[in-house]
């Protein structure tokens, strides 16, 4: 029985390359030249520290920039509230790993909702998709990319 699973998954080492392009823009651009403005990889997040608020969005633009080029869905990143310490502003942005259970139930609701013949189950952070025929299931990719969910969804293990 053909299948697929539905995952939200991100790959690190091109959000290390991301950042680290973003780091070198950074020191190259004029309106940041002599600013204590950086950007800094954690272990499942992105802290981005500016003197002013202004130029932490000036920086998200720049590292949204780098991350669509290398592959990555900016909708993984979930962005913090700014906090000021002292003379730096930070922001943290977390990267979003897995399908949570709320996203799941719609998910799969959006599926049965759709009348096609297949079967959604939840199997920890992703889902499983099975179905009689290969078309169903393309007919299911198709609708979740047209959904407008909050998460970036890849397709993978597709086996007949």
């Not at 202004?54 to 869905?73: A, P, Y």
């Not at 499983?128 to 047209?146: A, F, P």
């Amino acid at each position: 029985m053909p299948s697929f699973d539905i995952v939200s998954e991100v790959d690190f080492q091109e959000v290390r390359n991301a950042v680290d392009q973003a780091s070198r823009e950074l020191e190259k651009r004029f309106d940041f030249k002599g600013i204590d403005a950086r950007f800094e990889l954690e272990e499942e997040s992105i802290a981005v520290f500016a003197p002013e608020e202004f130029q932490i969005t000036q920086m998200e633009d720049i590292l949204h920039e780098k991350l669509i080029k290398r592959g990555i869905d900016v909708q993984a990143l979930e962005a913090g509230e700014v906090e000021g310490a002292g003379k730096v502003k930070r922001c943290k942005y977390t990267l979003r790993q897995g399908i949570d259970r709320d996203n799941a139930k719609t998910i799969t609701k959006l599926i049965k909702d759709s009348k096609a013949k297949v079967q959604s189950q939840i199997n920890g952070e992703k889902l499983r998709v099975t179905g009689k025929k290969r078309d169903d299931l393309q007919e299911v990719i198709q609708l979740l990319r047209q959904a407008e969910l909050k998460i970036p969804l890849q397709f993978d293990n597709f086996r007949d």
